[in-house]
């Protein structure tokens, strides 16, 4: 089945540490690509999206991603967490062939450690 | 000046019940949307209304009735509430589904369902 894949369900890093949260998805024609956060208790934010242009796109609060369309993958990174990062994280796909539904990974949970 | 709101926060309610979750958006988006986000923090689509019209409907039990008086709001209104239908529920809006090369949903705060 069609599917988004998020590599770590639960990532512990200390402040400073950098981070880097893996997406796969399996949809094949064109996508868009979101990673969404969302803080403890709080709704979804939209951290960053690609549509179309330079693969590798910048958020807020010093977040990026890089698509790689070869290996179906949009990978977030920040170079140096800190201790409000503490949160989880969603990537998600819009397909062309899916009718317009956001589809949504798993989930990573990241805990930084002050 | 929040964009998606949604009423209540927190919804407790027994088995057997009856209730609705309110979303109203200020973006003057067209498109709606309604989530579920299980214990496991899983997030599915249940609903999508494009200006007023049903145009997404996941495989939800028809105990779940979304309403869309206008395009600004999306009611969810479920009846015969289980154990299982416990979750966060997320209405979301984005400016038209169907420009699927710019669309972006914006989420609302969500609304806590417990059903005893």
């Known amino acids: 089945a069609q599917s988004v894949s998020q590599h770590n369900h639960h990532v512990i890093l200390s402040e400073a540490a950098s981070l880097e949260l893996g997406c796969n998805y399996s949809?094949?024609?064109?996508?868009?690509l979101f990673w969404y956060v969302q803080y403890p208790g709080q709704h979804l934010q939209l951290l960053l999206k690609?549509?179309?242009?330079?693969?590798l796109v910048k958020g807020i609060k010093g977040f990026e991603a890089e698509f790689i369309k070869s290996k179906f993958s949009f990978n977030l990174r920040k170079p140096s967490v800190q201790w409000s990062d503490t949160a989880e994280y969603f990537c998600a796909v819009i397909s062309y062939n899916q009718g317009g539904k956001l589809i949504f990974g798993q989930g990573t949970e990241l805990s930084v450690k002050p | 000046d929040t964009a998606v709101s949604q009423t209540p926060k927190y919804l407790v309610t027994q088995m057997g019940n009856d209730k609705s979750i309110k979303c109203e958006q200020n973006?003057?988006?067209?498109?709606m949307y309604w989530y579920k986000q299980d214990s496991k923090k899983f997030l599915k689509i249940m609903f999508s209304?494009?200006?007023?019209?049903?145009?997404i409907n996941e495989t939800v039990p028809n105990r779940f009735s979304p309403k869309s008086p206008d395009k600004a709001h999306l009611n969810l209104h479920i009846n015969s509430l289980e154990l299982g239908d416990s979750a966060v529920y997320f209405c979301a809006s984005s400016q038209d589904v169907f420009s699927i090369s710019t669309d972006t949903q914006y989420f609302g705060p969500g609304t806590r369902l417990t059903v005893l």
């Open positions: 209304y494009n200006n007023k019209e049903l145009i």
């Open positions: 973006l003057g988006h067209d498109t």
């Open positions: 949809y094949g024609g064109t996508v868009n």
């Open positions: 690609y549509f179309s242009g330079d693969p």
